[in-house]
């Protein structure tokens, strides 16, 4: 067993660092009498105050919290079913999303797209237009410099669909989430009163280990506390770990894997502009299999538009002489089963007179 530190018969010669890595190997070793009685009383005076100071702060959360609880029928009539769409069919607000892939192969630029398209009011994916949305664009990784020879050809292609709602901070050091940085997120938020909220790598949201969950857990709970406070919807990036087999990437973010079980939807994005769910979506939305490389936005989705996806619908089954299934159809023009089933609705009466023919 290691010995115990040698300690000075007077606890008023240790600074401060000195005393917390003596409370530290006190609670290691549990044994408060292998010290000497100035600095036992000095600790447990120390652990004392600390004790007090919890007991407060558990006092006063227990004097200003009020009970959430409902009643169910209470609940169903105060609760709206509609989803609350900042992108409709795709994402709802406080939703929680995770974009992974390897370095290099383009989610930074569909990021980085993504927000100005957001802020501009035009769907990501060739969707109906909307709203244009409050985007906070925190970016981790890239310089102003680096982020400005990238946005500018952006802006020029959202031209004057644009309305001035794209807030960009750049912080290469990162935000470490663990030791205090909440705050300083916190607070760009409560600045700017973003609908999304577009940030990474996850790597330097969370500091330490990247596999220590409890790190993972306190930087989860940060971004948590945000999105419920602010109804912000969030959007991460983060990279897919490192693999030699090509044939079998890993999709998933490197590190723990509560960040597999967090987002409501995690996707990768592969170089060839395959999106892939790496989990299991908790609502089917309307997001593509594919996206294309090129065209107006350094990413395009194919088959934006709903009226050209029914032509190729009614063509494709001509052609096959029978009724696809709409997973057969989606399949084939890489777009989910929520937009075949979409356009075939709109088209009711022509598409059940189509499986006729």
Request: hydrophobic share 35%; proline share 6%; glycine share 6%.
């Amino acid at each position: 067993m290691e010995e115990s530190p040698h300690l000075p018969d007077q606890g008023d010669s240790l600074d401060d660092e000195q005393r917390v890595r003596l409370a530290q190997r006190m609670r290691e070793e549990n044994d408060i009498h292998a010290y000497s009685e100035p600095e036992r009383l000095k600790i447990l005076a120390r652990k004392h105050a600390q004790q007090r100071i919890q007991e407060e702060e558990q006092q006063t959360l227990q004097e200003s919290y009020r009970p959430q609880a409902v009643e169910a029928d209470i609940f169903l009539q105060q609760t709206p079913p509609e989803p609350d769409w900042i992108v409709p069919g795709v994402l709802e607000r406080q939703d929680r999303l995770i974009v992974t892939g390897s370095p290099g192969h383009g989610k930074s630029t569909l990021l980085r797209q993504t927000a100005m398209q957001l802020a501009s009011g035009l769907h990501p994916f060739g969707g109906e237009n909307f709203p244009p949305l409050r985007v906070l664009l925190f970016d981790l990784e890239n310089s102003r410099r680096q982020i400005h020879r990238k946005l500018v050809s952006l802006r020029n292609t959202a031209g004057e669909n644009y309305h001035n709602h794209l807030y960009i901070i750049s912080r290469t050091e990162g935000l470490d989430l663990n030791k205090g940085d909440g705050i300083i997120l916190e607070s760009e938020i409560s600045a700017c009163q973003p609908d999304v909220l577009i940030t990474g790598p996850l790597y330097k949201l969370a500091g330490g280990d990247l596999n220590d969950e409890s790190c993972a857990r306190l930087a989860a709970q940060w971004l948590d506390k945000i999105r419920n406070k602010y109804g912000t919807t969030l959007i991460l990036e983060a990279h897919s770990p490192h693999t030699y087999d090509s044939r079998k990437p890993v999709m998933r973010p490197a590190g723990t894997a509560l960040w597999t079980r967090w987002p409501e939807f995690g996707i990768h994005l592969a170089q060839d502009g395959t999106l892939t769910h790496w989990r299991g979506p908790r609502e089917e939305r309307d997001w593509p299999a594919q996206l294309w490389r090129g065209g107006e936005w350094p990413w395009t989705a194919p088959n934006g538009s709903l009226a050209a996806l029914w032509d190729q619908i009614v063509a494709a089954c001509l052609r096959h002489g029978t009724r696809l299934s709409q997973r057969d159809l989606a399949d084939m023009f890489c777009v989910s089963v929520l937009r075949v089933a979409q356009v075939c609705d709109a088209h009711l009466d022509e598409w059940r007179q189509l499986t006729k023919q």
